[in-house]
């Protein structure tokens, strides 16, 4: 089985420019989430999609945070303008539902560094 | 309000020593309760997780973890250390109703000597 593909691995962006992330979840995951990593603390929720439809975005800046997942598949997350505190590990998961008991499948992340 | 408390930034245990690696949460109810490692530059790999039942739970890798209701804990352990298990250590857990969203502790570090 194929895990959670992330791309790209590392990206580094001056602050005020845009970037986006993609994540291909494992085939048939209907629930996908967004995870942001900071250096040294846990991950943080940042947004989770039952299929194509949002189901918690309360922790997403959406001032400057956007994500899509339009067919239910894959997922883009995008960030404009960044700021120097985006820099970190955006993690992308994957589970079957949204009480999936198994736990997530996390894919490697991207490392995000904003200079 | 709900937190998961990984009380260890960093622990050094010598190869083939045990380590018990410490979790508290705070919840309004017994949460659904999970260990996850990551190794450097990788995301996160399920160790184990508690849903109900037997409190000793076997996870992959050797590990094993212990829920204490009573002490609002859920430590990981493993009886002999291999330098491969120097990774980052994420406690974590998630209500049983609702939205079903997980919250991470900050993890520990987890260093192995020769």
């Known amino acids: 089985e194929a895990g959670v593909a992330q791309s790209p691995r590392y990206k580094i962006i001056e602050k005020r420019q845009s970037v986006a992330f993609w994540c291909n979840p494992i085939?048939?995951?209907?629930?996908l989430y967004w995870y942001q990593q900071i250096l040294g603390q846990g991950p943080k929720l940042l947004i989770q999609f039952q299929n194509n439809g949002v189901v918690d975005d309360s922790q997403l800046p959406k001032d400057r945070f956007s994500a899509e997942r339009l067919k239910g598949v894959d997922s883009t997350l995008k960030i404009q303008p960044a700021k120097l505190e985006d820099s970190a590990v955006y993690l992308c998961?994957?589970?079957?539902?949204?009480?999936?008991?198994?736990?997530?499948?996390f894919g490697s992340g991207t490392r995000l560094t904003v200079v | 309000a709900q937190s998961v408390t990984q009380p260890d930034i960093h622990i050094t245990v010598s190869e083939g020593a045990s380590l018990e690696l410490r979790c508290n949460y705070s919840?309004?109810?017994?949460?659904?309760l999970f260990w996850y490692v990551q190794s450097p530059g990788q995301g996160l790999q399920l160790l184990l997780k508690?849903?109900?039942?037997?409190?000793l739970v076997q996870g992959i890798k050797g590990f094993e973890a212990e829920f204490k209701r009573s002490q609002s804990s859920f430590n990981l352990r493993k009886p002999s250390v291999h330098w491969s298990d120097a990774a980052e250590y994420f406690c974590a857990v998630a209500p049983r109703t609702g939205g079903f969203k997980t919250i991470f502790g900050a993890g520990t570090r987890l260093f192995v000597k020769a």
């Open positions: 508690y849903f109900s039942g037997d409190t």
């Open positions: 919840y309004g109810a017994t949460p659904y």
């Open positions: 998961a994957s589970s079957s539902s949204r009480r999936d008991v198994y736990g997530y499948t």
């Open positions: 085939s048939g995951h209907a629930t």
